[in-house]
């Protein structure tokens, strides 16, 4: 205890020469070791808890009525009870009570959902706006918002969905242009892990990005925009007005041990010093790989050295797996070794069923990753290992490391966040973020309208973009279309090539009526064109990629072993059909339907109108309501026996997913798991999981 005292005289020392994060450190690091020892709470150690701003921390039992007080006094209402947050928590709510647009960079470890979450419950605003960067942070701010709103608010995350007097709205900025007509106005826009819509941080998906913040922007009363480790904003049309606030407060601390020092490549590899820290470090672990590849060495490193544990729910798991996907897959052998692996093709339920597993005592240990844990969940570990500097082909930089590192330690749970390098750290750099307008733009923005912010050169684009698409489509065709918001979240490069294929080789498009066929042996050389419109857009084999789409046709009515041998003589696996499936869903629709568009206004004779097709890809040719059950947790093979059962039908298209979630909510968990003599015992898991996520609190 001597000791402890020492440590506070330190705090103290910090305190007073105002290093106060230095001083916040210490406090964290004496709460850690008080917890590990198990040590007798210090009574004193409350007044540096609350001088360094983390009230939660005050120990209530060992509390001055002044420090009962501050503990109070910072107590909100964050939807499912009170909840004491913590200084600059608190500052943040204030600002936005008041009104105020917030752009606000705060570390991983902040609890900005907390502030998200006490704002509702305050301010009960009629429309909330919430975009994230995947379908899986959707599902989990779906989850969390449902337990706590569900009562009051009707919360969206799908297209097409009717909406409520209440309404919170979750989803993926691509999703964002299907309610523009539907909603007339924001109460507050939030977007979530805004550093996305810079170029510089996602070149694909960053202009659609932008589109929905400048769209979503002129109906909203209030935005707030969140994101880690940015330094600076530069104002843009997509942040005018905005109050920048840089919050570098930590709730826990990153212990970082720089084992790559060890590793000289012949006595003791990287791959030694990999398994050293496994043996020796049982806690929650998350393994950054950076590539797929780097991915396939952890995994099969682990299977290798790992014994099988004996936990039911994980042997329960691996079985499930072997079943329903494939007995040899890496993840089937990894699970039984309570490791999981997250990436962005998995599909939708099977990586939010990995980190429910993450979560549970028996559950998974250990989960191998590409950066896709740090835009896909807010999971975080006792210890987070970096196995190499990349990210895909590209070198770790700065401010991704800093985001995966940042997973590392959790608030009342693991005050210290373990991160072992096995590779040197990238260069530290200073995160200055600039959303900028981009050409792409061109076919979502007025330049009369944003004539003061733009600059001479990018209105010379617009209007370069507007004349040759009325050159090609008429003006007429043109400006209905632009009216309609026809072109949704259409790139305006891809709008321009698919209009000049068609204007240019007409006859490559006019079989293209045959994919409305039953028959998957008439689509292929529609499809071949079609994929030539945009070369390279789908980034798959083109003879591959077809003969994928022919095959998958059977999705609903063909198991996904079967479907695996069929397309085992085109060299597809199950990544691949992983991959191929996640590109089918979204690039392969979002194509077909801009070809779709302009074809029936450049060729309104021939009649053609793909849009069941469409329609049918967009939700792998599964019935609609199947496709949809997976982003709430619930895979298709499950849905399918449920269906079966007779007790709920599924496959009616005209029924909206609210519907059929009230109908599950009427006929209870118990009796959709008994449902089917089909249903085994992991099957009766997951319902369980996806019944938690779709109740409202009584």
């Not at 009870?81 to 647009?101: F, I, P, T, V, Y």
């Not at 109460?187 to 929905?212: C, G, M, P, Q």
Request: with cysteine.
């Amino acid at each position: 205890m001597n000791d402890i005292f020492e440590k506070m005289h330190e705090i103290n020392d910090s305190i007073l020469t105002g290093s106060m994060q230095d001083a916040r450190n210490k406090v964290i690091k004496i709460l850690a070791e008080l917890e590990t020892n198990k040590q007798e709470f210090p009574e004193p150690l409350n007044h540096f808890i609350r001088s360094v701003g983390l009230y939660p921390y005050i120990n209530l039992d060992k509390a001055s009525w002044q420090e009962r007080f501050v503990h109070e006094s910072f107590k909100v209402d964050v939807g499912d009870g009170e909840a004491a947050l913590h200084r600059d928590q608190s500052l943040l709510l204030k600002k936005l009570l008041q009104k105020n647009d917030i752009a606000v960079s705060a570390p991983t470890s902040f609890g900005k959902s907390f502030v998200i979450d006490s704002f509702i419950s305050i301010q009960k605003p009629k429309n909330v706006v919430i975009i994230v960067p995947t379908i899986a942070l959707t599902d989990e701010t779906r989850r969390r918002l449902q337990r706590k709103f569900g009562d009051i608010y009707k919360i969206i995350t799908t297209t097409d969905v009717e909406l409520a007097d209440r309404n919170i709205l979750i989803f993926p900025q691509e999703r964002a242009a299907s309610y523009l007509s539907e909603i007339s106005e924001i109460d507050i826009l939030i977007v979530d892990e805004f550093y996305k819509a810079s170029k510089e941080h996602d070149k694909e998906r960053s202009t659609s990005l932008l589109r929905a913040i400048l769209k979503l922007s002129k109906i909203s009363k209030q935005r707030y925009f969140l994101a880690p480790n940015i330094k600076q904003l530069k104002q843009s049309i997509f942040t005018d007005g905005m109050e920048f606030l840089e919050l570098d407060f930590n709730t826990v601390f990153l212990e970082k041990h720089n084992k790559y020092l060890n590793i000289d490549g012949q006595e003791h590899s990287k791959s030694d010093e990999l398994l050293e820290i496994l043996k020796y470090k049982n806690g929650k672990t998350l393994i950054y790989a950076g590539t797929y590849s780097g991915i396939n060495e952890v995994a099969n490193l682990i299977i290798d050295s790992s014994a099988v544990k004996e936990s039911q729910l994980l042997v329960d798991f691996s079985n499930w797996l072997s079943k329903n996907y494939e007995r040899n897959w890496t993840l089937t052998n990894l699970v039984k070794r309570g490791c999981g692996v997250h990436n962005g093709r998995l599909h939708r339920s099977l990586s939010q069923l990995q980190v429910k597993l993450f979560e549970e005592d028996d559950g998974i240990n250990r989960l191998i990753s590409t950066s896709s844990i740090i835009e896909g969940v807010n999971t975080s570990a006792e210890n987070v290992i970096i196995w190499r500097n990349k990210n895909g082909n590209a070198k770790l930089r700065d401010f991704t490391y800093k985001n995966i590192i940042g997973r590392g330690g959790r608030m009342f749970r693991h005050f210290i966040g373990n991160v072992y390098l096995l590779e040197p750290p990238p260069k530290e750099e200073e995160s200055e973020l600039e959303l900028e307008f981009n050409q792409d733009l061109a076919s979502s923005v007025d330049e009369t309208e944003y004539s003061q912010q733009l600059t001479a050169d990018q209105i010379a684009k617009i209007i370069a973009y507007k004349e040759e698409m009325t050159e090609m489509l008429g003006e007429e065709s043109f400006k209905k279309l632009q009216s309609d918001e026809s072109f949704g979240d259409f790139d305006s490069s891809i709008i321009l090539k698919v209009s000049r294929a068609l204007s240019d080789n007409p006859e490559n498009y006019k079989s293209l009526g045959f994919l409305n066929s039953n028959n998957p042996e008439n689509w292929g050389w529609s499809l071949y064109k079609a994929l030539e419109t945009v070369p390279g857009y789908i980034g798959a084999p083109y003879t591959k990629f077809v003969e994928f789409i022919k095959c998958i046709s059977n999705n609903w009515n063909h198991s996904f072993p079967n479907l695996l041998d069929e397309l085992s003589k085109f060299d597809i696996g199950i990544d691949d059909f992983f991959d191929l499936e996640r590109k089918a869903t979204f690039k392969l629709s979002t194509l077909l339907n801009e070809i779709n568009i302009i074809q029936m206004e450049l060729f309104p004779t021939n009649n053609v109108d793909i849009s069941p097709f469409i329609a049918k890809v967009g939700y792998a040719f599964l019935p609609p309501n199947i496709y949809k059950l997976e982003e709430y947790g619930l895979p298709r093979m499950i849905s399918k026996k449920i269906h079966e059962s007779g007790y709920i039908d599924l496959k009616d298209e005209e029924k909206p997913i609210h519907d059929i979630l009230d109908d599950f909510r009427r006929a209870g968990v118990e009796k959709i798991l008994t449902c089917s003599d089909s249903l085994d015992s992991f099957d009766k898991y997951i319902i369980n999981h996806f019944f938690e996520g779709i109740m409202v609190r009584k």
